[in-house]
T-cell receptor, first 114, second 111 residues
Framework: DAGVIQSPRHEVTEMGQEVTLRCKPI?????LFWYRQTMMRGLELLIY????????DSGMPEDRFSAKMPNASFSTLKIQPSEPRDSAVYFC????????????FGPGTRLTVL | GQQLNQSPQSMFIQEGEDVSMNCTSS?????WLWYKQDPGEGPVLLIA?????ELTSNGRLTAQFGITRKDSFLNISASIPSDVGIYFC???????????FGTGTRLQVTL
């Protein structure tokens, strides 16, 4: 199994531009999570999906952030417009069962907004 | 929101030494998890704890679920260079699958 796949691994953009991060979960997993990691705030959950349906988006910082999961094998996290304070590493994770202890994380996308 | 405080924030040790770190909260939890994040990678689950007082081992790693259910401890014996990374505790909060991570302990191992 290839594990959770994220693209791009690195993204550098200018303030005001739209950014789209992509994630392919492990095949058969029915939960998908988006996290953000910064030095100041640590690792924080942004949103998660169950069977492609958003369940908890309380961690999404503001309306500039949106996430979709059009099918079981693909999800996107979009930031529009991007701001320098959005610079962080964004992780996607997936798991198989409700309250599964083992969330499998992707390698992350390092986003830099200039 | 929930706050999981990890101590120490960072550690510099020599290869072969034992390591101890802990995670504390003001709230009670029923499950404690320990993850490790290698440089440039996502976190990976090391150990899961389900019962107050439980002691669980995974190779050179041993973790304990505090008896008060407000803390947990992780020990690494005979450290090796590949132990380098950030160690996070985590608990389930809010909705069923929502994980909250601790502040992390960064471990450096010197030869």
């Amino acid at each position: 199994d290839a594990g959770v796949i994220q693209s791009p691994r690195h993204e550098v953009t200018e303030m005001g531009q739209e950014v789209t991060l992509r994630c392919k979960p492990i095949s058969g997993h029915d939960y998908l999570f988006w996290y953000r990691q910064t030095m100041m705030r640590g690792l924080e959950l942004l949103i998660y999906f169950n069977n492609n349906v958003p369940i908890d988006d309380s961690g999404m910082p503001e309306d500039r952030f949106s996430a979709k999961m059009p099918n079981a094998s693909f999800s996107t996290l979009k930031i529009q417009p991007s701001e320098p304070r959005d610079s962080a590493v964004y992780f996607c994770a997936s798991s198989l069962l409700r309250r599964s202890n083992e969330q499998f994380f992707g390698p992350g996308t390092r986003l830099t907004v200039l | 929101g929930q706050q999981l405080n990890q101590s120490p924030q960072s550690m510099f040790i020599q290869e072969g030494e034992d390591v101890s770190m802990n995670c504390t909260s003001s709230s009670i939890f029923n499950t404690w998890l320990w993850y490790k994040q290698d440089p440039g990678e996502g976190p990976v689950l090391l150990i899961a704890l389900y019962k107050a007082g439980e002691l669980t081992s995974n190779g050179r790693l041993t973790a304990q679920f505090g008896i008060t259910r407000k803390d947990s401890f992780l020990n690494i014996s005979a450290s090796i260079p590949s132990d380098v990374g950030i160690y996070f505790c985590a608990v389930f909060t809010g909705t069923a699958s929502k994980l909250t991570f601790g502040t992390g302990t960064r471990l450096q191992v010197t030869l």
